[in-house]
């Protein structure tokens, strides 16, 4: 979505509020450290938007320190009060995403992976019976994505 709409963030949130059934969220090393991206699962968990996190290689859910101590975390926090998201939502949005399901993503990801986990998100974030990639769809060619 915000690939879309860089410029404003405003934008981005009204559309993640409004347009989004299932919000996925990249789980990388940084996730909780980008305020856009911090500011769109804000936005995601205020409105009731379905939301799943696609695990890759070095993501780690945050602690409750790590939540707690989250306002000295992020460079940028005045984008986000700017647009109403408060400290203690950011903590209450990232306490609620410690419990969302987390989809494993193997390594190598090839084209195989990347079939089986759209097939995964199709059929079971509704349920959140989401956990890890089955064997079969690691073996395939390897997709470099950017």
Request: hydrophobic share 40%.
């Amino acid at each position: 979505l915000d690939a879309d709409n860089l410029e404003s963030l405003h934008q981005l949130l009204t559309r993640v509020a409004s347009d989004v059934d299932t919000l996925v969220v990249i789980g990388t090393k940084t996730i909780y450290y980008r305020p856009w991206c911090v500011g769109e699962m804000c936005t995601a968990h205020r409105s009731g938007v379905n939301s799943v996190v696609l695990a890759m290689s070095g993501y780690k859910r945050l602690d409750t320190v790590a939540i707690n101590d989250q306002d000295t975390l992020i460079s940028n926090l005045g984008c986000l009060t700017e647009n109403g998201i408060s400290v203690d939502a950011i903590r209450e949005t990232l306490s609620a995403f410690s419990e969302k399901p987390v989809i494993t993503v193997p390594r190598p990801v090839g084209s195989a992976a990347m079939g089986g986990l759209a097939a995964m998100l199709a059929r079971g974030v509704r349920s959140g019976g989401v956990d890890t990639l089955p064997d079969a769809y690691v073996r395939a060619h390897t997709l470099i994505m950017a």
